[in-house]
Nanobody, 124 residues
């Protein structure tokens, strides 16, 4: 089993930045690819970013490319999402996810493990 706990959400003005963290616990969690999704009110859940278990490969959704950066520190069992140049349309609940297969995170909405989510609100 893998447990994921997100933190770092909050209220920020447009153009601002936030850093989200996701602490993972469980067996061999450092060998799991991980990612971030988000869901805004009334909208479908959206893929945001994913990172390979070693951190050497990262993938991004089209709407966040060039503005968000995913990274991980396996010594701390933590994945980060740096959000820059935030806009009101980035307002959503952001969820951390993990799965044994990176492609499950990047191409489906069905990673095996999910966190509880952290709210990001961007004011105009």
């Amino acid at each position: 089993q893998v447990q994921l706990v997100e933190s770092g959400g909050g209220l920020v003005q447009a153009g601002g930045s936030l850093t989200l963290s996701c602490v993972a616990s469980g067996r061999t969690v450092s060998s799991y690819p991980m990612g971030w999704f988000r869901q805004a009110p009334g909208k479908e859940r959206e893929f945001v970013a994913a990172i390979s278990w070693g951190g050497g490969s990262a993938y991004y959704g089209d709407s966040v490319k060039g503005r968000f950066t995913i990274s991980r520190d396996n010594a701390k069992n933590t994945v980060y999402l740096q959000l820059n140049s935030l806009a009101p349309e980035d307002t959503a609940v952001y969820y951390c996810a993990a799965d044994r297969a990176l492609t499950v995170i990047t191409t489906t909405q069905a990673p095996a493990y999910w966190g509880q989510g952290t709210q990001v609100t961007v004011s105009s």
